[in-house]
């Protein structure tokens, strides 16, 4: 089944997809689904782009190790190991959003914006896109710049002969 996903997706267009996801998804995290209006003095609002910044450098190194036919290092490791904890944080937007998009019957008595359901629902779209372009990243990550394994790399050193 990957192999057909990767078929669809190459490498340079999940981190396009990756990209303009995340750009899209940080305009939005300002937005309030239920008044139509953007909050840009809630300190909420500014968690999803700061956590952000960890995939946007996570994809420029993706980018320039593929690019410059480099290997993986520590510091793309520990990037790596940081955006597993943002792919968290993008599932639990999903969840949000979607307990969200399920709470739109219980407001029968208020008034709801006409863009309730189209931005929500173009919302989870994007979160379920990103999350799925992140996992995809990761294994163009093992595929096309390599493991995380450096032990092997450290014992065909011999540093009494240097």
Do not use: C
Not at 31 to 43: A, I, P, R, S
Not at 67 to 91: F, G
């Amino acid at each position: 089944m990957l192999k057909s996903i990767k078929g669809i997706f190459s490498w340079k267009l999940t981190l396009l997809l990756s990209l303009i996801s995340i750009i899209i998804l940080n305009v939005f995290s300002f937005y309030g689904l239920y008044t139509n209006k953007f909050y840009f003095f809630k300190v909420d609002n500014y968690i999803f782009p700061i956590l952000s910044l960890v995939h946007l450098v996570f994809l420029y190194v993706m980018w320039f190790k593929i690019e410059e036919r480099e290997l993986s290092d520590v510091p793309m490791r520990n990037l790596e190991y940081a955006l597993y904890v943002v792919s968290l944080v993008y599932l639990f937007k999903i969840i949000e959003t979607v307990i969200t998009l399920l709470s739109y019957g219980d407001y029968d008595n208020h008034l709801i914006p006409e863009t309730f359901l189209p931005i929500g629902i173009i919302m989870l779209v994007l979160y379920t896109l990103l999350f799925g372009m992140t996992f995809l990243t990761y294994s163009y990550r093992k595929q096309l710049v390599g493991t995380y394994i450096f032990d092997d790399r450290n014992q065909h050193i011999d540093t009494w002969n240097s």
